[in-house]
């Protein structure tokens, strides 16, 4: 495996409001220079949490309450704002999830996606339009000048998507955060949007953290994944070897919840409630060996 | 793995093109507005009667003459030829003061809305995006401040700093900058939630490049409608004002004094009390107008 692009250690986090309770159990994972690494898990289970820690944009109620993460050997955790700051829109950039809210709706496109090329990257105004356009060329979008020159209001969805990602990808970060970019999409558009996500990033040789509630897209896109119950990473491998044979009685559990279009009649199973019962166990478990750290 | 090229020829093959929409340009979207061209183009009227007043009246409004008095509008019986809307109990022309009553209204609707505005937004900003302890201190302020009943305030006020245009001014600054302060520091606290703020954030963006790109601009239309909605305000707080006497000297026309005037003898030249109602009351209307189509103009999604 190539170089560390980012790592997260035994990230904790909190949720100041219901009574300190845990969102994120002891988080830990890496990703590789060029790698997609997909982080599953039904909602509630932080997911999202681990995308807005990195990028320092925690709800005031939740806290980060241990734990590193290291992007390109500096702690971001540790960072002051300023120099996150420095590091957010250039090195790291964000595909935000639902594109229908991720536009500001008074300004044109154009103003939107040249914002960061003008202040991360230093563009002049007319440099930074060509390069809008030119992206929004790579991004498959036939008539730029008029995608340009619109207001986000009158973009279909996948349309916005592809804007949203023509942004984030054209500023030639080293990592790109997904978080659910295909969620708010329908399934055709959904494919699409996939296709052009790991095209782009085989192209620019980017590291991604795809942020997804379901298993099927993330199995499409994802070099590697980790699985994610309640805060509490329970597996962790290569997609193709948690999927040939998952380790984790949840996994299993998530797979078998996956529409089968090939065997329409086949249905749909729930999570068994014993495999519930098992992962409660073992995150009670968890959280008394973790208040006995703590104490003794 | 697939080679990106052939995934994104296959991509471009599944695009749908949208249909096809080119903004029209704001002013054409205001010119086809019937309410916003009658409306502007009366304060357009407004503002060059008050401009050419000197040219434009066609008497001295000041200039008295008792054996003229009460003499009623052209098209009544006992009208004068000259005096289109009549005169008043000292037999001055009522349609030169109306046109030189426009001077101090339109001062007042433009100076004292726009400080006010100025003010309250600024505050109302900072409040609103600064949050914490500033947003607690403004906050207070504006809840004692707004506890005053305004029309004794502006009184008080007036009665301190003395009559004049500059008092009538300070008045309505110091009394309606809480109005563009609450409505524009709730409207900031709303847009600071939004995806497209956080977003900004995630974006690595400074406070103030997020505070004048991503949440300024969609305060404005609102900020647009309370301004001109202000301006009517202060329009008729000027009267009021003028009304009861505490705003210009009584040898300046206003409307206010004209109806304070005109309520005396409102019995034997009831022209004389509604000729400055009527251009209040249209001023008024037309500020309120033109403010609600500017708000739907500007705001992208309202339009069309």
Redesign the interface.
Known sequence: MSALRLAIEALSAISLRDGNRPILRRVSLAIAVGEVHGVVGESGAGKSTIAKAILGIIPSQVRVAGGRITFEGRDLLALSTNELRGILGRDIALVPQDPSTAFNPSRRIDAQMTDGLRLKRGFSAKEARMRARALLEEVQIRDPERVLNSYPHQLSGGMRQRVLIAAAFGLEPKLVIADEPTTALDVTVQKQILRLIRALQERHGTSVLFVSHDLGVVAKICDRLSVLYMGKVVEQGSTADVLAAPSNAYTKALLAANPRYDRPDSGLEPTPPEVIAALRAEIAAFDRGARQAEHG | ?IP??T??D???V?????TE???PSMASRLMRDRKVVCAGGFILLLIVLALGAPWIAPKDPLAQNLLLATVPPAGLPGSEPGYLLGTDGLGRDVLSRVIYGTRVSLTVAFVAAGLACLIGSLLGLAAGFLGSAIDALISRLVDVWMAFPPVLLSILLVAILGTGLHSVITAIVVIDWTRFCRVVRTETMGQAQ???V?????????RS?ILF??IF??V??VLIALLTLEMGIAVVVEAILSFVGLSVSSDTPTWGGMIAEGRQIVHEAWWVLAAPLAALFATVVAFNQVGDGLARS????LRR
């Not at chain 2, 599944?14 to 949208?18: A, C, K, N, S, V």
């Open positions: 793995m990106s090229e995934l994104l296959r991509a471009a599944e695009l749908q093109p949208d929409l080119r903004p939004m995806d497209y956080v977003a900004a954030r995630a974006m690595g963006f400074s490049a790109r991503e601009p969609n404005v239309p500007l705001d992208p999604v």
